[in-house]
């Protein structure tokens, strides 16, 4: 399902930018032919337009189909030569496009297709999610060369195409996939509806999960996402083109609830949620019928210590990541014995220093998971939150469970044109409490993204929660009251 749909996308792509299944592909020199030539433009004729949402049958080629083969087929015999010293035929007339064209094919740009195809049929996968694969390298990204079929060498430009240097950024292959899904004029997305697994309050039981937080926790953030509206069909389900509605996020939309929820119940100010966690210690001192009570305090040393591990070793991952390829690389034919015998005295070499210092050799690739931070409640150390309760924070209101809490601080007062300044808000960690930023670093480091985009999407939620009281010109601070 998902490659048909992918399929599509790409056939869709390629007539669009005049590559392929189209009268004149784009960079090919216009030759007159008797038989063709009174053929329409392939944008002007319905049943052409049909070929990108309908499969294409091989048997039942038209007579265009076969006279543009006949017409290249005098052309590719003439470039056999050129391409096998010189690459792919077309390999130097991509290079040669307007670098700034912001459309043109490149690997991020492989990962929006990809990231749009899973959005059409609302697969178990977030962005970030598609984006720790690639570093994992459970996804061909970095050297994808390597896989490719025997028959597929790299040669000549072709090497500069698929040679990549750097980690894809979450930003860039986030717009690139709504600007490609406007430029394709695909339909309305598939809604995004509250059992599917892209809706804040299925994302929010599944960070809450990683994040170690308690059950209970998930009542309060479906009562944001209700109160909010971020729940809405239309709020969440992509229309390709349409500029009056926000490029949803869902994976940091969820993320953003999570935080809008801890400062709802304790303030996140660096003062009021240790106070309330020392009496949630005192409550579970006496407590022996329920189960025990959610400490802020024992959830942040947990949590800080086990984040602070894995940020090492992501560190020293991404230190010791080899760039350079073990399939090596050769611009022709004539450098590719000196090219591979170089890569052996490296390989030979690498493995007599590695005997000699004692390095142990790397454990082999887990395989893919949606969680890095799992949690089991049968350790007996106390490291799992989720069966605690939140009641030895909470009290009881007219039959209702309120937060203890009545106060909240705002991040910010007014928000930004996130056309012209690129955000919603402005965030340096050195202008908010530091109980604030570790939750936002605990997401960032789940998300693999800066710490600016939850806030962003925080301070979004914010406005829409207190949106009554902020038309009042109620006079709030931008920081946490003391």
Not at 148 to 168: A, H, N, Q, T
Not at 198 to 216: G, I, S
Not at 372 to 392: A, I, M, R, V, Y
Request: net charge positive; with cysteine.
């Amino acid at each position: 399902m998902k490659d048909e749909v992918l399929w599509n996308f790409w056939r869709c792509y390629l007539q669009k930018t005049k590559q392929a299944y189209c009268d004149r592909p784009a960079g090919e020199t216009v030759k007159p032919l008797s038989v063709c030539d009174s053929s329409t433009d392939v944008d002007s004729d319905p049943e052409r337009l049909s070929l990108l949402y309908s499969s294409l049958s091989e048997s039942e080629g038209d007579l265009q189909t076969d006279c543009s083969f006949v017409s290249s087929t005098s052309k590719v015999s003439e470039s056999t030569s050129v391409h096998s010293r010189s690459g792919s035929v077309d390999g130097s007339l991509y290079l040669m496009k307007n670098p700034k064209e912001k459309l043109r094919m490149t690997m991020p740009m492989t990962l929006s297709f990809c990231y749009m195809a899973l959005l059409w049929v609302r697969e178990t996968m977030t962005l970030s999610e598609l984006l720790r694969f690639v570093f994992e390298g459970h996804i061909p990204y970095l050297n994808v060369f390597q896989h490719f079929p025997e028959k597929m060498k790299l040669r000549g430009p072709d090497i500069k195409i698929f040679c990549v240097e750097s980690w894809p950024s979450y930003e860039e292959v986030f717009n690139k996939m709504h600007e490609l899904a406007a430029f394709l004029d695909l339909p309305r997305f598939p809604d995004i509806t509250d059992s599917c697994f892209l809706h804040p309050d299925m994302l929010c039981m599944k960070y809450l999960m990683e994040a170690n937080l308690p059950d209970e926790m998930h009542n309060w953030t479906c009562r944001v996402v209700k109160k909010t509206c971020i729940g809405e069909v239309d709020f969440l389900t992509l229309v390709p083109g349409n500029k009056s509605t926000r490029k949803v996020k869902y994976d940091v939309l969820a993320a953003a609830v999570i935080v809008v929820v801890l400062k709802l119940l304790f303030l996140l100010d660096d003062k009021y949620e240790w106070l309330l966690s020392d009496f949630a210690q005192e409550r579970n001192k006496n407590n022996k019928e329920d189960g025990p009570y959610f400490e802020l305090k024992k959830w942040y040393k947990v949590l800080k210590c086990t984040l602070d591990v894995e940020q090492k070793k992501l560190d020293e991952r991404r230190a010791k990541y080899l760039w350079r390829c073990e399939k090596p690389l050769f611009y022709s034919a004539k450098k590719k014995s000196k090219v591979l015998k170089r890569r052996q005295i490296v390989v030979n070499l690498q493995n007599q220093f590695g005997k000699l210092s004692g390095s142990v050799k790397p454990a082999e690739k887990p395989n893919p998971s949606s969680f890095q931070l799992s949690w089991s409640e049968e350790n007996t150390d106390g490291s799992c939150f989720h069966g605690h309760s939140l009641k030895g924070i909470l009290q009881e209101k007219r039959g209702l469970l309120t937060a203890m809490n009545p106060r909240y601080w705002l991040c910010t007062l007014k928000l930004c044109n996130e056309k012209l300044c690129g955000h919603l808000a402005h965030y340096g960690e050195a202008d908010f409490p530091q109980s604030y930023h570790f939750v936002l670093r605990l997401f960032s480091f789940l998300l693999r993204i800066e710490p600016s985009y939850i806030h962003d999407e925080v301070c979004m939620i914010e406005h829409k929660l207190f949106n009554k009281k902020l038309r009042k010109k109620t006079k709030y601070k931008t920081g946490p009251r003391k």
